[in-house]
């Protein structure tokens, strides 16, 4: 499972309709960052962090955070 899909579930499962706007308020962003966090655009790692704390660990900073191959 991706960050992005993680995010995803966990919001409709807290928030139900208007998932992503719901969340944009819970968290102090616009709606159409959370809403291109859900479609695969990965947050800063303060923010994932952020947003792990808050979601008590069912979003982990760290869950399959793409990187690029050294070299």
């Not at 579930?9 to 968290?27: D, N, S």
């Not at 979003?59 to 690029?68: K, M, R």
């Amino acid at each position: 499972m991706t960050w992005s899909e993680a995010f995803g579930i966990y919001i409709r499962e807290r928030f139900g309709e208007e998932a992503q706007e719901k969340a944009a308020r819970w968290l102090g962003v616009s709606a159409s960052s959370v809403s291109y966090w859900c479609r695969g655009t990965i947050p800063r790692e303060k923010m994932r962090k952020r947003i792990e704390r808050k979601s008590a660990g069912r979003v982990p900073a760290t869950l399959h955070v793409a990187t690029l191959p050294a070299g």
